[in-house]
């Protein structure tokens, strides 16, 4: 018999992969527009390539255990101290990480309605109980999710911006909940998408960490820095913090591969620059699509926009499919008539507004 949180999960439903639906149709993958997972459509820096070569000839060692190299670049990149690093494989296994470290059975875990799916997932995982406080204009509601915090309140997620919504939180909005916080509490401020976002209002997380030592931010090499399939996040915190989580991690969870791929990543600016240019523009180019459309959509600064279909997302999904075109149902996040679309290239999100008019009329 699984736990009483395992037993309320459902498995987690990725994007469909391009390869599934290329054979379903009877098309070449390169026919297939996967829009659907907050990818970068660049592809991999070409530095990265260069350097994951190089690591094969090593395959039948483990990897460093401490990443000493990431942290030590991830360290000077960020100015923080190396010893408050830890890495994951992804980001999602640090919020896990955190949710092992912090949660006994029964303790409560809180977070918003509409936020990231990994949130529910560890909690329920770790047989924590979920609070999941009513969002407000889709985004976070920072005065009622201060006003959930109870006794049993251990931790306490922040996405900004958020996953699937798109919207994000400014910096006086997250100070004032930060002060908030009893210290008890482990604020983590998931920040994946924040190479993102130049916004001057937009708060940087790790400027607070001297100032909350409750704070846990949390950041990922999957999306400006293309490197999802290798998996690599990592959190940034007070030394106290990391050396709890460097308990509870397995001792190897991130491999070779990502490690030297993270590391060229980072010194890679000219492909990161090219990553957020591409990723303003082609939210300019779905906003203004979807605006000749006559569509709402919630204001993102993410590489994703989320937006009201008027019908049934899940059909709309299907419809999509059927076109080619891969986007996300976001049923599961509590919004049936919404689908988020990644940000591609151009071309991509072309094909992606060209195939949306018929879709919704199949549906209509
Ligand atoms: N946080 C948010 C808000 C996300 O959207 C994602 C990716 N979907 C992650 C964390 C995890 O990313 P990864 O595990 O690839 O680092």
């Given at each position: 018999q699984t736990t009483p949180g395992v037993s309320r999960l459902k498995p987690y439903q990725p994007g469909k992969p391009i390869s599934e639906l290329a054979r379903e149709l009877g098309l070449d993958e390169k026919a297939i527009v996967k829009l659907a997972s907050n990818e970068n459509p660049l592809g991999p820096s070409?530095?990265?390539?260069?350097?994951?070569?190089?690591?094969?000839?090593?395959?039948?060692?483990?990897?460093?255990?401490?990443?000493?190299?990431?942290?030590?670049?991830?360290?000077?990149?960020?100015?923080?101290?190396?010893?408050?690093?830890?890495?994951?494989?992804?980001?999602?296994?640090?919020?896990?990480?955190?949710?092992?470290?912090?949660?006994?059975?029964?303790?409560?875990?809180?977070?918003?309605?509409?936020?990231?799916?990994?949130?529910?997932?560890?909690t329920l995982a770790a047989s924590g109980q979920p609070v999941q406080v009513p969002a407000k204009d889709y985004g976070h509601d920072l005065v009622a999710m201060a006003a959930a915090i109870t006794d049993k309140t251990r931790v306490v997620f922040i996405a900004n911006p958020n996953n699937p919504t798109g919207n994000w939180l400014d910096r006086d909005a997250l100070k004032t909940f930060l002060q908030s916080v009893p210290e008890r509490v482990l604020v983590v401020l998931d920040e994946a998408y924040c190479e993102y976002i130049d916004h001057p209002d937009y708060p940087n997380g790790l400027d607070w960490l001297a100032d909350y030592p409750n704070l846990v931010v949390t950041?990922?090499?999957?999306?400006?820095?293309?490197?999802?399939?290798?998996?690599?996040?990592?959190?940034?915190?007070?030394?106290?913090?990391?050396?709890?989580?460097?308990?509870?991690r397995q001792p190897f969870n991130v491999n070779s591969f990502a490690l030297a791929a993270a590391v060229a990543a980072l010194a890679d600016e000219d492909y990161v620059a090219r990553s957020k240019a591409m990723n303003t523009d082609g939210l300019r180019q779905l906003e203004q699509g979807l605006d000749v459309l006559g569509l709402s959509y919630i204001p993102s600064l993410g590489n994703f926009i989320t937006f009201d279909t008027g019908h049934n997302g899940e059909q709309v999904y299907q419809t999509l499919l059927k076109r080619g075109v891969i986007v996300r149902p976001v049923t599961g996040y509590g919004l049936p008539a919404h689908l988020r679309v990644s940000v591609g290239t151009p071309e991509e999100n072309q094909a992606f507004l060209d195939a949306l008019p018929a879709a919704l009329s199949e549906v209509a």
């Open positions: 070409e530095k990265v390539v260069a350097t994951l070569q190089s690591e094969c000839a090593d395959l039948a060692r483990y990897p460093d255990g401490s990443g000493y190299q990431l942290k030590q670049a991830l360290a000077a990149k960020l100015s923080v101290d190396p010893q408050g690093i830890t890495l994951g494989n992804g980001s999602n296994d640090v919020l896990d990480l955190i949710v092992r470290a912090w949660v006994s059975p029964g303790d409560e875990v809180v977070f918003s309605e509409h936020a990231f799916a990994v949130y529910p997932i560890s950041r990922t090499f999957s999306k400006i820095y293309g490197l999802a399939s290798l998996r690599v996040g990592y959190s940034v915190s007070s030394v106290a913090i990391a050396e709890v989580l460097n308990r509870v």
